[in-house]
């Protein structure tokens, strides 16, 4: 299975500030990389895929980058409803597998 | 808007098999494919596997040998069973749609709400 590990496993930030998460996958994925955050008690909702593609009504100020075995996603203008838990995920190879995780809460 | 509803036990004996339905609603189960995803209490998310509304199935290695999907489509549903059940099957189960069509692409679109299924004696 291809392996992704997400650094920080948590940040703490405020309203305003800009973040960016890091993704790493176990071997090239080239741009199969989707993330997705998560609120407590929620399900999982899709914010972008292949790399940096935004999902419908997603907002500008997220945003994402890489490809290979290196990615980020970048929050700038963090708003309240940014604050969650964020999960990358590989699509390139069967199984699909997600990051352990970064959860953003706030300062 | 499509709508997904997990339904099933949310308590579990160990050994027993876990049977889970999702109900698809405000859309078709055809043309796409569905998935079941698990996420153990404070953990990360773990696909377990998807079938097409004609019945093609993939499966997470890693439980293929315990679990089952199967898709009705006259009822608009699909079902998962997981034998075998021991505690570290203990998980947030959820149903989601993968937006790709026949592609099957892994991008979750719409998820259910989550059933949290504890394995315990």
């Known amino acids: 299975d291809i392996q992704m590990t997400q650094s920080p496993s948590s940040l703490s930030a405020s309203v305003g500030d800009r973040v960016t998460i890091t993704c790493r996958a176990s071997?090239?994925?080239?741009?199969?990389l989707n993330w997705y955050h998560q609120k407590p008690g929620k399900a999982p909702k899709l914010l972008m895929s292949?790399?940096?593609s935004l999902q419908s009504g997603v907002p500008s100020r997220v945003s994402g980058r890489g490809s290979g075995t290196d990615f980020t996603l970048t929050i700038s203008n963090l708003q309240p409803e940014d604050f969650a838990t964020y999960y990358c995920?590989?699509?390139?190879?069967?199984?699909?597998?997600f990051g352990q995780g970064t959860k953003v809460e706030i300062k | 808007q499509v709508q997904l509803q997990e339904s099933g036990p949310g308590l579990v004996k160990p050994s027993e098999t876990l049977s889970l339905t999702c109900t698809v609603s405000?859309?078709?189960?055809?043309?796409?494919?569905w998935s079941w995803i698990r996420q153990p209490p404070g953990k990360g998310l773990e696909w377990i596997g998807h079938?097409?509304?004609?019945?093609?199935?993939n499966y997470n290695p890693s439980l293929k040998s315990r679990v089952t999907i199967s898709v009705d489509t006259s009822k608009n549903q699909f079902s998962l069973n997981l034998s075998s059940m021991t505690a570290a099957d203990t998980a947030v189960y959820y149903c989601?749609?993968?937006?790709?069509?026949?592609?099957?692409?892994?991008?979750?679109?719409?998820w259910g709400q989550g059933i949290l299924v504890t394995v315990s004696s």
């Open positions: 989601a749609r993968d937006q790709g069509g026949v592609m099957g692409l892994g991008l979750f679109d719409y």
């Open positions: 405000a859309g078709a189960i055809s043309n796409y494919y």
């Open positions: 079938i097409y509304y004609s019945g093609s199935i």
């Open positions: 071997q090239s994925i080239r741009t199969y």
């Open positions: 292949g790399s940096s």
């Open positions: 995920q590989q699509t390139y190879g069967a199984p699909w597998t």
